[in-house]
């Protein structure tokens, strides 16, 4: 009897009985890939479970995994943890070993799993201040850390095996299953609460919007899998019996993606405007014949329209184009995507539009850690697609707008809670509806549309409102942009704090300027450099009320990344912090 999937656990016991497969999961390690079958990863998983009980682990333990890169073994944890009654609590690994130490403090974890010397260092640290944990285990070899392998060899014995399956029966789908700490951009990390049930019927809903259209299918994973989205996308590729390949770090994945040849993969927004950057980049260098093609195809691409609504004349150059141009977009991304998923920030519609055009869809969802995490999305088939909106409402899931535009959510995938903070719960969830903080609406087809971020929504001094993420995906089309907030809370006009493509911007200024910038600081100084930026900003306010346009603005010196705390992991700016970082840029423009 197929195995009916209640708890998260479920999946890879339903792929196994399904078929199984040979490359289920696999990992790169010095240089190979090491591929672990469906039967394997649930021995391993059985390992570490029977490891577990002869620790003393007890139903409702917490155990936390951090992990630098996606591997398979943050896959066998998750198992062994989850079908003894105990919950995994994932830790985003380049946050602070302070943010580690409130983590293990505030979740009681009494075992802790890392990746690699980085880590563990600052595990380390916080163990000291950390009195319930009691070890931790390194998936590298790591001189003075006990090893996972050690661990396995721990619960190799399995004469346990029968109390496994024992507390493997009495896990109940509305039994807790993880936190979620979300690496919110202010304050403290909240513990968001998901249950089995919440996940599974989130993953089970999704499915059906998920375009399987080849045989064997193969996903390329780099998303954080500390973050819902990419953890809750594995489950349902292990649903769909789709083979998994980690890429070996976000730096290499554009190598992995030619060693994988996937078919599809998820993305956030960012990622995906780097690569449309790179591309167009690479056009600019041509010359003559190929690059009025490049930029015919391109050009043909941002007027892109799904289901032929652009009429014969149309398709028939986009035929052209994809044959001369677009096809080595594709083989840049192997050579074999039939799909990609974008999620967790809007989504440029040019980017939908010419990636689309290139034969490789992108399918734009929504949702939040707290509702385990989709709530819409697009799918190509069925005249399902709506480039400039998130999709349709899942199945199983009820949304409505409230009267202040705020998107609610009501469902089996909305959490449990804020982990030891009622208070804060309470005020989200009001009658079974989580309130997402989101202002969006519904066209005539039920499309949603995101309009802005409710709390990020503020007024001038002149009682105007202004959406700052409309003008940020907005000014970010541009080439020379990389990031950018959008500030003037109580101030007489909007104004935006930048940080530039440095790599674009040199090659500019090499090419325009006969200037090759050796300082950064020079390089943000110069005025042709600034009122070039000045250009693109005009640009980009033209689609804006007089009232909404980005009067001034500041260039700054630093990338802002993930490792700095400037971007969340998902790549979305920290605005307080950004704020606070550069407070003297804030203070210069409105002096």
């Known amino acids: 009897?197929?195995?009916?999937?209640?708890?998260?656990?479920?999946?890879?016991?339903?792929?196994?009985?399904?078929?199984?497969?040979?490359?289920?999961?696999?990992?790169?390690?010095?240089?190979?890939?090491?591929?672990?079958?469906s039967q394997e990863l649930i021995n391993k998983a059985n390992k570490v479970s029977r490891a577990f009980l002869k620790l003393g682990i007890k139903p409702n333990d917490k155990i936390a995994v951090i992990s630098s890169t996606n591997r398979t073994e943050w896959v066998v944890m998750d198992i062994g943890v989850l079908q003894i009654g105990a919950q995994n609590v994932p830790v985003y690994p380049t946050i602070a070993a302070a943010d580690y130490e409130y983590i293990f403090n505030h979740a009681e974890v009494?075992?802790?799993?890392?990746?690699?010397?980085?880590?563990?260092?600052k595990a380390k640290?916080?163990?000291?201040?950390?009195?319930?944990?009691?070890?931790?285990?390194s998936f590298d070899d790591i001189e003075g850390c006990c090893n996972w392998q050690e661990f396995l060899e721990f619960g190799a014995d399995d004469s346990l095996q029968k109390d496994v399956e024992v507390r493997k029966n009495k896990v109940k789908p509305s039994d807790l299953a993880t936190f979620i700490y979300t690496s919110g951009t202010t304050g403290r990390p909240k513990g968001v609460m998901l249950s089995h049930e919440n996940v599974v019927s989130n993953v089970l809903s999704s499915s059906n919007r998920f375009p399987i259209i080849v045989d064997s299918p193969k996903a390329l994973s780099f998303l954080p899998l500390c973050h819902v989205f990419e953890r809750m996308i594995l489950y349902l590729y292990q649903y769909l019996n789709v083979a998994i390949y980690f890429a070996e770090g976000l730096d290499k994945v554009s190598i992995n993606i030619k060693e994988v040849k996937p078919n599809l993969f998820t993305a956030v927004p960012r990622l995906l405007e780097k690569m449309y950057d790179a591309i167009i980049a690479k056009g600019t260098e041509l010359t003559g014949i190929k690059k009025a093609l490049f930029f015919w195809a391109v050009d043909l691409g941002l007027n892109y329209k799904p289901y032929g609504e652009n009429g014969w004349w149309y398709e028939l150059k986009l035929k052209i184009a994809r044959k001369l141009i677009f096809v080595k977009w594709q083989e840049a991304l192997g050579g074999n995507i039939?799909?990609?998923?974008?999620?967790?920030?809007?989504?440029?519609?040019?980017?939908?539009?010419?990636?689309?055009?290139?034969?490789?869809?992108?399918?734009?969802?929504y949702g939040l850690t707290e509702t385990s995490p989709v709530i819409t999305v697009n799918m190509y088939n069925d005249n399902m697609q709506r480039i400039g909106t998130v999709g349709k409402v899942i199945e199983g899931v009820e949304v409505k707008i409230a009267e202040d535009g705020?998107?609610?959510?009501?469902g089996p995938n909305v959490m449990m809670g804020y982990y030891k903070d009622p208070k804060m719960t309470n005020e989200v969830i009001v009658d079974g509806y989580f309130h997402t903080g989101d202002k969006g609406e519904f066209d005539a087809d039920g499309f949603l549309k995101i309009t802005g971020r409710k709390k990020e929504i503020f007024k001038t001094s002149g009682g105007k409102y202004i959406s700052p993420a409309l003008l940020e995906n907005e000014m970010k089309q541009s080439l020379f942009i990389e990031q950018i907030l959008v500030v003037g809370e109580g101030q007489k006009m909007p104004a935006a704090i930048v940080?530039?493509?440095?790599?674009?911007?040199?090659?500019?200024?090499k090419r325009h300027l006969e200037n090759e910038?050796?300082?950064i600081n020079d390089l943000i100084a110069n005025?042709?450099?600034?009122?070039?930026?000045?250009?693109?900003?005009d640009k980009g306010n033209e689609g804006f009320g007089n009232w909404e346009k980005i009067k001034r603005f500041e260039l700054t010196p630093d990338v802002w990344g993930v490792d700095n705390g400037l971007l969340t992991p998902t790549m979305k700016p920290k605005r307080e912090v950004i704020l606070k970082k550069y407070a003297d840029l804030y203070n210069k423009i409105y002096a």
Not at 110 to 119: A, G, L, P
Not at 125 to 131: D, V
Not at 499 to 509: D, G, H, I, P
Request: a negative charge; hydrophobic letters at 40%.
């Open 406 to 410: 705020e998107i609610l959510c009501k």
């Open 338 to 365: 039939s799909t990609l998923v974008s999620g967790s920030a809007a989504l440029q519609p040019r980017l939908a539009k010419v990636f689309c055009a290139a034969g490789i869809p992108i399918m734009e969802g």
């Open 1 to 37: 009897m197929t195995t009916k999937i209640t708890r998260l656990f479920d999946f890879a016991y339903y792929q196994l009985e399904n078929g199984g497969l040979d490359n289920a999961f696999s990992t790169k390690k010095n240089g190979v890939w090491e591929s672990t079958s």
């Open 517 to 519: 910038f050796d300082s």
């Open 499 to 509: 940080q530039l493509n440095f790599a674009f911007v040199k090659e500019w200024a």
């Open 527 to 537: 005025q042709k450099v600034i009122d070039r930026i000045q250009e693109e900003i």
């Open 125 to 137: 640290i916080a163990k000291e201040k950390a009195p319930l944990l009691k070890e931790i285990y």
């Open 110 to 121: 009494t075992y802790c799993f890392v990746s690699d010397e980085e880590v563990y260092q």
